[in-house]
Nanobody, 121 residues
Framework: VQLQASGGGLVQAGGSLRLSCAAS????????MGWFRQTPGKEREFVAS????????WYGDSVKGRFTISIDGAKNTVYLQMNSLQPEDTAVYYC???????????????WGQGTQVTVSS
């Protein structure tokens, strides 16, 4: 299993970015996908997760109302639309695949390589 995250970059405060995470090969209908983020010296923080049908979503308190997670099952790809970005959203964002949602970091079996998001003030 390989997860390929992309879409990070540099954006000004108030701007938007969309992250993508593509899962290779097989179907993952019994799984869900989550996004986590991490800054140096801090623990990895839960951002959002979604089940493979797309019917259930979960969000961390710090991103509710600003971020939206969605899925294209046919493409095995999950997206994270991030709006109204703030400097405190700066982090490396990781996608992960797991069966227990929203779960904690330990509930995810496979992880992508991370993509850097930097929000300037």
């Amino acid at each position: 299993v390989q997860l390929q995250a992309s879409g990070g970059g540099l954006v000004q405060a108030g701007g938007s970015l969309r992250l993508s995470c593509a899962a290779s090969g097989r179907t993952y209908s019994s799984y869900g996908m989550g996004w986590f983020r991490q800054t140096p010296g801090k623990e990895r923080e839960f951002v959002a997760s979604i089940n493979w049908s797309g019917r259930s979503t979960w969000y961390g308190d710090s991103v509710k109302g600003r971020f939206t997670i969605s899925i294209d099952g046919a493409k095995n790809t999950v997206y994270l639309q991030m709006n109204s970005l703030q400097p405190e959203d700066t982090a490396v964002y990781y996608c992960a695949l797991g069966k227990r949602l929203p779960g904690t970091e330990e509930d995810y079996d496979y992880w992508g390589q991370g993509t850097q998001v930097t929000v300037s003030s």
